[in-house]
């Protein structure tokens, strides 16, 4: 799967890793739900990172659609409330 981290680019992730990117995703979530910038804070840093750890970047050229897009890391709460589905960032 290709990842899109507005502002930084693309990473290719293995689909097993859709679990864990999950669970990252809900804790975003609820933050956003809460209104706790503080937690959302450091779920985003946490989601961004685990794709950062879990994937390997696309070159800057590559022309790759993206299966999922994700917000820069110093997106604000309103931002990823705006981006949020049912399903979370992340669907699945």
Known sequence: MIVRI???????LADD???ALN????KVEDAVAAGDEEAFGTALAALLDGVRRSGQP???DSLEDSDLILPPADA???EVRDLLSDDGLIPG
Do not use: K, V, Y
């Open 6 to 12: 507005l502002g930084e680019g693309q990473l290719e």
């Open 17 to 19: 890793q859709l679990d």
């Open 58 to 60: 696309l070159a800057a």
């Open 76 to 78: 604000t709460i309103a």
């Open 23 to 26: 669970a990252l995703d809900a």
